[in-house]
C-alpha cells in the first residue's frame, strides 16, 4: 500500500512561481507523476518519473516551466513551477503506480495511487 500527501498549493499572480510537495509512505511503487484537472475539464498528466533515472516526462504545455524532481532520503517529490499562467489552475494530484510504459504516463489510469490534491490558482 502506497499513502501520498500534497502540500503548497496556493494563489499567485501569473509569471509567479510555487512548488509543491507529495511527502510517500510505502514502496510498492515504479513510477511516479504529477497531474493537474482543471474545473470541469478531465485530469491531465503534467510530468513523470521512474525513481532511479534521470530522465523525466513533461507535458507539452509545461515543458522549459516545470521540473519534477524527488528527495529520495526525505521519501518526498516536488514540482517547481515557474513563469505560471493561469492555465496552469487547478487541483494538481501526485500519484505513483508499477512500472507504466512512458506512452502511458500521461493517463490518469495507469497509476493506483493517489493523493488528496492541492488547488493551484493563477490569476491576477
Known amino acids: 500500500q502506497v499513502q501520498l500527501v500534497e502540500s503548497g498549493g496556493g494563489s499567485v499572480q501569473p509569471g509567479g512561481s510555487l512548488t509543491l510537495s507529495c511527502t510517500i509512505s510505502?514502496?510498492?511503487?515504479?513510477?511516479l507523476a504529477w497531474f493537474r484537472q482543471p474545473v470541469g475539464k478531465d485530469r491531465e498528466g503534467v510530468a513523470a518519473?521512474?525513481?532511479?533515472?534521470?530522465?523525466?516526462y513533461y507535458a507539452d504545455a509545461v515543458t522549459g516551466r516545470f521540473t519534477i524532481s524527488q528527495d529520495v532520503a526525505k521519501n518526498q517529490i516536488f514540482l517547481q513551477m515557474r513563469s505560471l499562467k493561469p492555465e496552469d489552475t487547478g487541483v494538481y494530484y501526485c500519484?505513483?503506480?508499477?512500472?507504466?510504459?512512458?506512452?502511458?504516463?500521461?493517463?490518469?489510469?495507469?497509476?493506483?495511487?493517489w493523493g488528496q490534491g492541492t488547488q493551484v490558482t493563477v490569476s491576477s
Open positions: 500519484a505513483a503506480g508499477d512500472r507504466v510504459a512512458s506512452w502511458h504516463l500521461s493517463r490518469p489510469t495507469s497509476f493506483r495511487y
Open positions: 510505502g514502496s510498492a511503487y515504479s513510477t
Open positions: 518519473f521512474y525513481p532511479g533515472d534521470d530522465t523525466k
